[in-house]
């Protein structure tokens, strides 16, 4: 058995089996994505592009992401903080519900907006009569950007403060810097680097969010229509090229920040 | 000042994650118990649940297997330069940056009817898009990297010693696995299948592009909420929603315990 086992034929066998795995399932379907987008010519890309539903929806995409990441930054770094200074009642507990986003299915997240904030239910009424529209207009899709990115942030910060040596802290009390003073020059600095790659991370799973979106936003061209729910409409209506040469730009920009945030990170690794 | 803090987290939870939560839970049961009975034993809802659990059974198995491999690949191997290493450890890293939906356009363009792959298989008679097989290989897709990321880093932390020790005294690499790597890395591989579990149950933009969504026959669980919901059956929707939230509960609270035995090992 063990003579059999230990036949060099395995050992490359083996090999090669795992790594066409990995080339057939993650490579080649991306290298698919860029062939597809331009097999009908440079021309017909520019084309698919330049379509306003298509830009347009785009920089909705972006618009929505950037606010919905910035509410992140300031929430995740607030809810961090006081996760790791403070001791309250139910502070595990809220430590564990942190990830929940994460474990929840997006459509699930969606449906649980949609009822939350929906014509049916009481805020929807309230904002209503206010005179404020939330689902179905872009205020719902942002908060499902916000939900389903939530704890990209906070878990990115958390670390960093538990790393943070007290006696940083007191010596600068000590030599008589105030509270403001101590935040700003201490305790920001080395929070900075996890809120920045928390931040890259959710702007990029915020722009590719689909599942939660796609439940409450209204889909109208130009004004609730995100690129994630444009290229499933494509698909739907058998355009795959006109689907694939949107999915190459946010493809492109998503890579992009991933190899940005490898860069910060490399870059705080070293320092 | 340290109070408004406390309150203000407290609000953001509240907001964000308890009120849609407790909303969506009574909103399961607002035609009572036997409306939700009803929902979820609808033929329809039975047989996406299947399908989902079937998807999640086959896309853990085989992810857990080439994930322990890549990661061992990728900390241990002596045969693949370095270069090549950094190259194949930063594209584990893509299926993150890719939307949902565009890896199940990936896999219709890659293996859809109208694609050489597609036509070739089509004569063999297999069918891939609009059927299993393809909603298995746009999950696998997208729930790559976790089992990848979780090992690595312990194998990188316990380093090669042991199981350099373990060859130099005669054992054979399968042995050197199960007796010296397996034990410190078991955790992990706990970890990342409940986070794969986690992931291709709730995977929803993918399979719903490559599935095509066809009741009875390739609906998923979550595809099921979303065409309720399309059908403005936002109760039985509920319902179903529900169970799958109650799985997510459980599996989160999995990863809390798992967590804690991953730090003691």
């Known amino acids: 058995m063990n003579s059999l086992l230990r036949?060099?034929?395995?050992?490359?066998?083996?090999?090669?089996?795992?790594?066409?795995?990995?080339?057939?399932?993650?490579?080649?379907?991306?290298?698919?994505?860029?062939?597809?987008?331009?097999?009908?010519?440079?021309?017909?890309?520019?084309?698919?592009?330049?379509?306003?539903?298509?830009?347009?929806?785009?920089?909705l995409t972006l618009k929505l992401a950037i606010i919905a990441t910035l509410i992140n930054?300031?929430?995740?770094?607030?809810?961090?903080?006081?996760?790791?200074?403070?001791?309250?009642?139910?502070?595990?507990?809220?430590?564990?519900?942190?990830d929940l986003p994460f474990a929840l299915p997006t459509a699930v997240g969606g449906l649980m907006i949609l009822l939350l904030l929906g014509p049916g239910s009481f805020i929807g009424k309230a904002a209503e009569a206010l005179g404020f529209e939330i689902v179905?207009?872009?205020?719902?899709?942002?908060?499902?950007?916000?939900?389903?990115?939530?704890?990209?942030?906070?878990?990115?910060?958390?670390?960093?403060?538990?790393?943070?040596?007290?006696?940083?802290?007191?010596?600068?009390?000590?030599?008589?810097a105030k509270g403001s003073r101590v935040f700003r020059k201490v305790i920001l600095p080395s929070m900075l680097p996890g809120m920045i790659s928390g931040g890259m991370l959710a702007f990029s799973r915020a722009l590719a969010e689909f599942g939660a979106v796609v439940l409450v936003a209204g889909n109208i061209p130009g004004r609730t229509l995100v690129s994630s729910v444009f290229i499933f409409g494509e698909v739907e209506s058998d355009n795959p090229v006109g689907a694939a040469a949107v999915s190459v730009i946010l493809l492109t920009l998503s890579f992009l920040i991933l190899w940005l945030i490898n860069m910060v990170q490399m870059r705080g690794r070293r320092s | 000042?340290?109070?408004?803090?406390?309150?203000?987290?407290?609000?953001?939870?509240?907001?964000?994650?308890?009120?849609?939560?407790s909303k969506m839970t009574t909103g399961a049961f607002s035609n009572g118990f036997d409306g939700?009975?009803?929902?979820?034993?609808?033929p329809e809802a039975l047989h996406a649940l299947m399908m989902t659990g079937l998807v999640v059974i086959v896309v853990t198995l085989l992810n857990t297997l080439f994930g322990i491999m890549m990661a061992l690949y990728l900390v241990r191997a002596t045969w693949i330069g370095r270069r090549l290493k950094g190259l194949l450890n930063s594209i584990v890293d893509l299926p993150y940056a890719v939307s949902p939906v565009i890896g199940g356009l990936m896999i219709v363009l890659l293996l859809g009817p109208d694609s050489p792959l597609g036509v070739l298989f089509e004569e063999i008679g297999v069918k891939i898009v609009y059927a299993f097989p393809g909603m298995v290989i746009a999950?696998?897709?997208?729930?790559?990297?976790?089992?990848?990321?979780?090992?690595?880093?312990?194998?990188?932390?316990?380093?090669?010693?042991?199981?350099?020790?373990a060859s130099t005294l005669g054992a054979y690499g399968w042995t050197t696995f199960w007796k010296v790597t397996w034990p410190s890395i078991r955790w992990a591989v706990m970890y990342g299948v409940i986070l794969t579990v986690a992931r291709s149950l709730g995977e929803f933009g993918a399979v719903l592009v490559v599935s095509g969504?066809?009741?009875?026959?390739?609906?998923?669980?979550?595809?099921?909420?979303?065409?309720?919901?399309?059908?403005?059956?936002?109760?039985?929707?509920?319902?179903?929603?529900?169970?799958?939230?109650?799985?997510?509960?459980?599996?989160?609270?999995?990863?809390?315990?798992?967590?804690?035995?991953?730090?003691?090992?």
């Open chain 2, 1 to 21: 000042m340290r109070r408004l803090w406390i309150a203000l987290t407290y609000l953001v939870f509240f907001l964000l994650i308890i009120a849609p939560l």
């Open chain 2, 213 to 265: 969504n066809i009741m009875n026959k390739t609906q998923t669980a979550t595809t099921l909420v979303y065409q309720d919901v399309e059908n403005f059956n936002v109760a039985a929707a509920g319902g179903v929603a529900l169970v799958l939230a109650a799985f997510s509960v459980g599996l989160l609270l999995l990863m809390e315990w798992t967590k804690r035995r991953k730090g003691v090992h």
């Open chain 1, 136 to 176: 179905f207009h872009q205020p719902a899709i942002v908060i499902a950007m916000i939900f389903v990115t939530f704890p990209f942030v906070i878990r990115a910060v958390q670390p960093l403060l538990e790393e943070l040596d007290p006696s940083e802290e007191e010596a600068a009390y000590t030599m008589g």
């Open chain 1, 7 to 59: 036949h060099k034929g395995w050992t490359w066998g083996f090999r090669t089996t795992i790594l066409l795995y990995f080339v057939v399932l993650i490579v080649l379907p991306i290298l698919g994505v860029y062939y597809n987008s331009f097999s009908l010519g440079f021309r017909s890309f520019f084309e698919s592009v330049t379509d306003p539903i298509a830009w347009k929806s785009v920089l």
């Open chain 2, 36 to 42: 939700f009975w009803n929902a979820l034993t609808r």
């Open chain 1, 73 to 98: 930054v300031f929430a995740g770094t607030m809810i961090a903080w006081v996760l790791i200074r403070y001791k309250f009642p139910g502070k595990s507990i809220l430590n564990s519900l942190v």
């Open chain 2, 139 to 165: 999950t696998l897709f997208v729930t790559f990297p976790l089992m990848v990321r979780e090992v690595m880093p312990v194998l990188q932390e316990i380093g090669s010693q042991q199981e350099e020790a």
